[in-house]
């Protein structure tokens, strides 16, 4: 059984990511750490320790107090949360990275996990389809910073043997934990306002097309991008990894299936420079072909289980 430390375990993904790993491998083996306890019934769920991504002696020492084969680095500042503080998002997305392989080029760690996003891309990078090897210019400091960790990731591999295995995110929707800065955060939020309110001001126009997936599909994406075989993982700057792609206006469709009185009204802010900066769809067939990967929701049965659970917190609230 690995030992498994996650950094960032209290954002977006690393929530659902600590409690998936917990279910796998067993509480004990997965340490969940972030910068501040900001959940106190998560922080009490199993190992939990305050890491601070930027500070190497921090991650070094708890990788020496459990004994940690495997870290996954999930601490970042997303897209639109960066671009308001592009100095402290490049500072954070690159140096925790650093320090992550550096303590696997020291032997200290065995594999490492660290995410890249579909913000690798640029305007200039073909939209749909977007190949897994393509165009990459991109415009924002989150995706700058995400490009150049691919480098690094992989170079880290050519020449230092690290195992190091990413994936490149589309915007995730999940009903249990709130999005965490980014340009696709909307797609979350539609839900909750739906219920709420019966309408939503959306801050993308009405036909912003974006691969989005849904968190189920995610973490088992993560998962099993990790538990592959070393030899299968053949791309070691990152995936490209899809599920569906959406717009406002078919997300808001789907929701009227089964609320048929919500409505959207649109008020496009600077988040629609970024959204129109990236690609419309995905090809992934080099994770599907390498390491099997297979998604399984789409938008109506990702839409009817966010509803179905969305409803169930609400009426236990
Ligand atoms: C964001 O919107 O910044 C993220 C991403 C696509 O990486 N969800």
Redesign the pocket.
């Known amino acids: 059984m690995p030992k498994i430390l996650i950094i960032g375990a209290c954002g977006?993904i690393g929530t659902e990511l600590t409690k998936q790993l917990r279910a796998e491998y067993g509480t004990d083996n997965v340490i969940a750490s972030d910068v501040r306890k900001t959940d106190p019934e998560f922080v009490a769920s199993g190992p939990f320790e305050v890491v601070n991504a930027l500070d190497f002696n921090q991650i070094e020492h708890t990788i020496e107090k459990y004994g940690v084969d495997e870290v996954y680095l999930m601490a970042a500042l997303?897209?639109?949360?960066?671009e308001k503080n592009p100095a402290f998002a490049w500072d954070l997305n690159m140096n925790s990275l650093f320090h992550v392989l550096n303590l696997a080029k020291a032997g200290k760690i065995k594999k490492i996990f660290w995410?890249?996003?579909?913000?690798v891309f640029g305007p200039t990078t073909p939209k749909q389809n977007t190949p897994q090897y393509t165009v990459m210019e991109p415009s924002?400091v989150?995706g700058i910073s995400?490009q150049s960790g691919e480098r690094w990731c992989e170079y880290y591999h050519n020449i230092y043997g690290v195992d190091v295995r990413s994936i490149?995110?589309?915007?995730?929707i999940s009903w249990s934990t709130p999005?965490?800065?980014?340009?696709?955060?909307y797609a979350v939020d539609i839900y909750h306002k739906a219920l709420e309110n019966g309408e939503y001001t959306c801050f993308l126009s009405e036909e912003t097309r974006?691969?989005m997936m849904y968190m189920d599909d995610a973490i088992r994406a993560t998962i099993e991008i990790m538990k592959a075989p070393a030899e299968n993982i053949k791309i070691r700057s990152s995936y490209n990894l899809a599920a569906m792609d959406f717009t406002p206006k078919e997300i808001t469709e789907a929701i009227q299936q089964e609320l048929p009185e919500f409505t959207i009204s649109y008020e496009p802010d600077f988040?629609q420079k970024?959204?129109d900066s990236?690609p419309q769809s995905i090809d992934d067939t080099c994770a599907r072909t390498d390491w099997g990967w297979k998604h399984e929701f789409d938008l109506a049965t990702m839409t009817t289980d966010m509803l179905v659970h969305l409803r169930e917190l609400k009426h236990n609230d």
């Open positions: 977006q997303l897209s639109a949360t960066a995410p890249s996003s579909i913000a924002t989150y995400k490149r995110y589309p915007g995730l999005p965490g800065g980014g340009t696709t955060d974006l691969p988040r970024i959204a990236w």
